[in-house]
């Protein structure tokens, strides 16, 4: 099954800040990926899928970028709202499989 | 708005079977463009696809768990289950139901469950 390795474990920032996240996968899952933000004790919430389409009513401070096996999360200005864990999820095989989640803190 | 509900118990002992419903609120089960399926997540092992099953009762599992795991659906009832057999301790965590997007054999949750939290304990 694919393996999905996100970095930085924690991100540590400050609200008007930019942050990055990394999604690197194992092998090539073409553009099948998508990112969900879970916050504590809710479920995650999905924000974009095939790598950079955002579902409706997810703010445009929000974008994913990359291709095949090399993916980004980009929050361009932080929310007090955006401090939460960020997953991303590859679609392009069977079986689906999940990152294991950034914390920004 | 399209509301999903986990139900069942929250302690099971091991060996035994773990049974979990999810009930569907504000759309029908019976839509041709969606799946259903269950998601679990523990400190350990993450986040962690369980398996998925159309209206017809068509269904797909995760490999390393299809020897344990059947999910079924009640359209009558709108609503779909999990059973999961022979449970350890290792199958402790949250256990969320999801609408998913489907390609071929290929998910992902558009809208998600609450979760709730099942623990295998004697």
């Known amino acids: 099954e694919i393996v999905l390795t996100q970095s930085p474990g924690t991100l540590s920032l400050s609200p008007g800040e930019r942050a990055t996240l990394s999604c690197k996968a194992s092998q090539s899952v073409s553009n099948s990926l998508t990112w969900y933000q879970q916050k504590p004790g809710q479920a995650p919430r999905l924000l974009i899928f095939g790598a950079y389409d955002r579902v409706t009513g997810i703010p445009d401070r929000f974008s994913g970028s990359g291709s095949g096996a090399d993916f980004t999360l980009t929050i361009s200005r932080l929310e007090p709202e955006d401090f939460a864990v960020y997953y991303c999820q590859q679609y392009g095989e069977s079986p689906i499989t999940f990152g294991g989640g950034t914390k920004v803190e | 708005q399209l509301q999903l509900q986990e139900s069942g118990p929250g302690l099971v002992k091991p060996s035994e079977t773990l049974s979990l419903t999810c009930t569907v609120s504000?759309?029908?089960?019976?839509?041709?463009?969606?799946?259903w399926g269950w998601i679990r997540q523990s400190p350990v092992r993450g986040l962690e696809w369980i398996g998925t099953?159309?209206?017809?009762?068509?269904?797909d599992y995760n490999p390393s768990l299809k020897s344990r795991v059947a999910i079924s659906v009640d359209t009558s009832k709108n609503h779909f289950s999990l059973k999961l057999n022979s449970v350890t301790a290792a199958d402790t965590g949250v256990y969320y139901c999801?609408?998913?997007?489907?390609?071929?054999?290929?998910?992902?949750?558009?809208?998600w469950g609450k979760g709730t939290t099942v623990t295998v304990s004697s």
């Open positions: 999801a609408r998913h997007w489907s390609g071929y054999r290929v998910y992902f949750m558009e809208v």
């Open positions: 504000g759309g029908s089960i019976n839509r041709s463009s969606y799946y």
């Open positions: 099953v159309f209206y017809t009762g068509s269904t």
